[in-house]
């Protein structure tokens, strides 16, 4: 039987689901003691309930009230049969509707099979059919490529141009409770639990009242069950439900729509234009989450060319920050982190940058010293999928590496529609009523959007935009050296006192110094000599031995005082006066630290995602940790002890 769902996960393993088959594709749960499908013909049956019994394919013929998403939930994802098949329904209807604009598709698994498993199964159900289907097999072949680093937590894998799926791993109600009361409501709530006798925290009241929390007057609800106790308990929480013909030798089962209802937030028209002030990788990020959602994306940046920030440092290294404690925060960037690691590969398939998955060896030195971390802690947390604890007590990131940030950002930006304007520095915003504009220090307008995004942490500073938050600014120098004469450097990076990056065209870059302040820090030829000398410690090299400096990159990294980057929309209360108005069409995107590479792909993506009103791959708790009014909320609260 499964264990209790526990509040805050003691680690983000999730429980393995126990599966034995009972014949090829047909697995069955030695946890639940119950199969995954109880039909001969599990395709027809999943068609006949889910897809049939929430109407899709009449709902995608009928234009929705203005351009949007259809939303998707399952509870009980298991093998993604009824996924594949709902996406190829959604890829095959002739007249679906052009307003529906994409489908996006949240399967929730607390127990999720694994790789070898499920392949088998997909695998199976390949050979066993006697019609050929390419758009069926294409879309599993993509879900069992994207089936790895299943932590506990929200997984956001964009499929195809017009599918996106999230994997949310973990107890289903207790994702559900953390989902932010702001969201869309659910357009069809696909029921797939084992049996309720053998399954009930699948169908308890509790989950179900979450259920009706985020369903509206769009919502449809279906399941093969017909069990009297839950057609109660959604009449109960407030589901008008029917009983209908089930599949085959089962009567019945049990379809539902949601009420209107007073209450509901009234769903987000879709928005036509985007101002983004910083071309660095968190303005280059939402830009390229933007467009892909038909936004008009118009990008700022004062300097001359990509790179003038702190993403212009010409390698930098996927980081995962780790937490001795399974808690939100080491979640969001667990998240992040995996996200980033998708995307990279995702976009390498279509555009060309250097993206060098090397595998990076974290050692001691390099870790947090006043929070020494704990091996045997990060080992129950994180498992080894994603990272190996060494020996020598040094950590080993098998799928870690490097890009570099100006390729990246021209790759993400390569559509013309979001090509940045540069030698455009912004002084001043304003609200129009309609529009934000930006403005420079001869009030002359640089750009005019419905919605602003800033991505840039000067301005963010220089704008006093948010109530009590403040950036710290940390100077930084990395210095490229030539390769060392009888010293054969690794392959990989490897991070100590300082990060050395593997030989590229027979340099190295050595990185990076870390003036806590703009006041105290060294000369770029100072902060060289101290790279050159952490690297002798590092390698053990006798001080007189040659290492030639042949170029230094100087750069600032913006943080806010907790270390957590400042993401979303900006609410009224933690604004000055003046940018008030319009605050609903004001976003921020900074103060990504040390890590901007793990950070800023999620970032672009919550920050579209709020622009567009769609579902977010981030927990309300996880949001209002990086939420740019946290620093006014926490200063309101320590006002009113
Ligand atoms: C030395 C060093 C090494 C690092 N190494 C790593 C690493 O290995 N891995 C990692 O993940 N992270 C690393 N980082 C951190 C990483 O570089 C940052 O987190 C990331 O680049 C931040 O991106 P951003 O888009 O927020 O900011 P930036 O890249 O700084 O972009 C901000 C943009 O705003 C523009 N701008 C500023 N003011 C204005 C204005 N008034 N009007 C218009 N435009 C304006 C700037 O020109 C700039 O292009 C490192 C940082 C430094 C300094
Ligand atoms: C009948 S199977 C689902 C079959 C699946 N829809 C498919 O297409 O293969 C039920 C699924 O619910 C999952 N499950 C059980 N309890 C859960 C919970 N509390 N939260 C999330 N998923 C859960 C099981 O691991 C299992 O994968």
Known sequence: MPTSPNKLAASFMPEPPMVSMIEPGKPRSERFDDIYSSSDDPMGESEHVFIAGNRLKQRWQVSPDYPRQFLIAELGFGTGLNFLLTARCWQQLKHRHPDWRHLHYVGYERFPIDKTALGEIHDAWRTSRSIICADFDSMSGQLLANWRFLLQGIHRIRLTQDITLDLVIGDAENHLAQRPLNSPAIDAWYLDGFSPRVNPELWQESLLKQMATHSDKHTSLATYSSAGRVRRGLQAVGFEVSRSDGWQHKRHMITAIYPES??????????????????????????????????????????????????????LSLRLRLFNEANSMAQFFLQSYLFSLRQLIQLQQDSNFEWHACGIRQLTGAMNRRKPLNFEKLAHIYGDEVFSLEQEHSLWFHHGGWVNPIQLCQALTANALNSPKFNSPIQRIEYDGANWRCLDHEDKQLGIAENLVLASPPLVDQLSLVNAAKLEFTVGTSSRISAIPGVKLNRHIETGLRSVFPEQKQTHLVSATYARSRLNRASVAEASIENITALRTMLNLSENSPIECLENFERERANPPDRLPMIGQLSEAALPEEYRRGCEHLYVNTGHGSSGLATCPLAGEIVAAQITGEDLPATSEQLELISPARFWQRQRRGQRK
């Open 262 to 315: 007073p209450n509901r937030r009234q769903r987000q028209r879709e928005p036509q234009s985007a101002l983004i002030v910083g071309a660095g990788l968190a303005g280059c990020f939402t830009a390229n989450a933007l467009s892909a959602r038909g936004i008009r994306v118009t990008l700022i940046d004062g300097g001359v060319d990509f790179g003038a920030g702190a993403s212009g440092i010409p390698q």
